[in-house]
């Protein structure tokens, strides 16, 4: 008798496996780089091998499996468990995942797309604990979402709830958006945004410091190289994140009236960047969120890390309240 | 035997009510000026009165109705039916309405916000019918609003969800907003704001086809004004309602991303401007809205005009999906 879970994260560049116990306590984990494995029917026997690797390491078999969460990047058709769109898994569109793991796992599948995941994930085990509604934002190369109410997640007219990113930050104008529109949240304020805005202070004769720490080379500047230089003292640095905390806190504000939400919850990879990111974004969404419902919000750091995407798939795979 | 469900809308301003069959027609209606009928107990002995006079007009006595619904501007305790908090139901605070109303019409009683309400009768009866999600804006003396999801209506973590009127419009400055905050889309493109937004063109010795048609008193400048400068080819006043249209259409656009909604409904008193508000609302909206989302997504004027108060209630009271 088990009920152990195994969560699956297929991401367009990181392929995670792990299994976890019904408390969402990883036993074992493993990752692989996703162009490794290879696409399509070879991505899924890699897959299967990582699946192994895990197993063997906590000596159990498959049959120590009663369910597997699969998260994916893109739009998902739960009902088949596919993909329906995908920019980055090459060969896995309209592929059954709920067939393909209930067969070689012999276990109950549920496939979710990776931000709704996240969301579930943070919602059951992480900083979204006993929230009425939680929104997750993503903050990474993109910014994503999900909305939790009542313990089940929100899923919009087509799963695509929570496009939190492609909130208007900029009236008019703006860059280029990943979504083909302009001026977007995400234009701004995801990673590569806080990178270009960077970058645009060498064209001013500023950002030395920012160069410095890049090792000279303006294209190597990342948010992590924002947030080096923050934590030195650099008071530009100090400033693009002042003026990203404003950018998402507007974006979270707006996200808070509409939804009337409790708790949100902040994660992705620029949260690395920790109170540089967190302390702007938290003191202006606040300052800008209506009074009545302000008293009732809490807004935190993600609390998974960087096992959001395993920790996630196995709280799909746990199903909702 | 009969199902007929009665309808009542109490306002700060009105009271209306109508018996209405389960198809949502309204076999008759009255209303009354809320101020009219004083306050606490005086006000629902009125409102009892005008229920008889309703009746009346039907040929019907209370044993014909089957239900009641009852909309109320402010937050709703809805297991007690109960306003929580009204700036403008003196008297109202905490008596419990699903008592009275059961008591004295010897029926189910339902009592909801009255953005909830209207949200529920646009989507049951009106310009939502159809929608997976539906969100409903109102633009009057506020901007407010309501969600429905899956035939339901979406209350957020304490009732509140939908307010709209409260994403941020300006990032800096701004006016005072009624919730204390500022520069809330509410603060810009409701009734009370487009008005504000016209007389200030007249300290710039501008808006003088306004200031004619309130017949030279600024003071008396409303947003019916504007609309009607506009219709007679008044430039400022087409102007003004662009303006109107890119806020109004961001906020909208934002909210269609935040919920992957199919419909928004646009209704409340400002509507009546007909195309000045709606066209370009609708346009800088899709052109705001991710693409992939812009294809799915429908923007409609409200179909319920003045009767959406008591049709809501009447939709309140027939349940939800």
């Known amino acids: 008798m088990s009920a152990l879970i195994l969560g699956v994260d297929i991401g367009g560049t990181k392929t995670a496996?792990?299994?976890?116990?019904?408390?969402?306590?990883?036993?074992?984990?493993?990752?692989?780089?996703?162009?490794?494995l290879g696409d399509g029917e070879a991505l899924l026997a890699g897959i299967d091998a990582v699946i192994d690797a895990v197993l063997?390491?906590?000596?159990?078999?498959?049959?120590?499996v009663a369910r597997v969460g699969v998260g994916l990047p893109g739009t998902v058709d739960r009902a088949r468990g596919a993909l329906l769109t995908a920019q980055s898994l090459r060969g896995l569109e309209g592929v059954s995942l709920k067939d393909w793991f209930?067969?070689?796992?012999?276990?109950a599948v549920v496939v979710e797309n990776d931000a709704g995941a996240a969301a579930l994930g943070e919602y059951r085990f992480g900083a979204g604990r006993g929230a009425r509604v939680m929104l997750y934002f993503t903050v990474s190369t993109g910014?994503?979402?999900?909305v939790v109410a009542d313990g089940r997640l929100f899923r919009g007219?087509?799963?695509?709830?929570?496009?939190?990113g492609h909130q208007v930050a900029l009236a008019e104008g703006g860059d280029p958006c990943s979504c083909g529109g302009h001026g977007c949240l995400e234009s701004v304020a995801s990673g590569p945004a806080i990178a270009r805005r960077a970058r645009r202070l060498l064209g001013e004769s500023r950002g030395q410091a920012?160069?410095?720490?890049?090792?000279?080379?303006a294209a190597a500047i990342t948010a992590a190289t924002v947030a080096a230089a923050a934590r030195e003292g650099d008071a530009e640095a100090a400033a693009l994140w002042e003026e990203t905390g404003k950018y998402l806190g507007i974006g979270v504000a707006n996200a808070i009236v509409s939804y009337d939400a409790d708790r949100v919850v902040l994660g992705g990879g620029v949260t690395h960047a920790g109170e540089w990111l967190l302390g702007p974004t938290r003191r202006h969404a606040l300052a800008r969120v209506m009074p009545r419902l302000r008293r009732e919000v809490r807004i935190e750091a993600a609390a998974l890390g960087d096992d959001v995407g395993i920790i996630g798939a196995v709280a799909a795979a746990l199903g909702e309240d």
Chains 1, 2 share one sequence.
């Open 17 to 36: 496996v792990g299994l976890a116990d019904p408390e969402g306590r990883l036993l074992a984990r493993e990752w692989r780089e996703t162009a490794a």
């Open 56 to 64: 063997a390491a906590t000596g159990r078999g498959r049959d120590a």
């Open 102 to 107: 209930g067969r070689t796992i012999g276990a």
């Open 143 to 146: 910014i994503g979402g999900g």
């Open 157 to 164: 007219s087509a799963g695509h709830a929570g496009e939190f």
């Open 210 to 217: 920012l160069l410095a720490l890049a090792g000279g080379d």
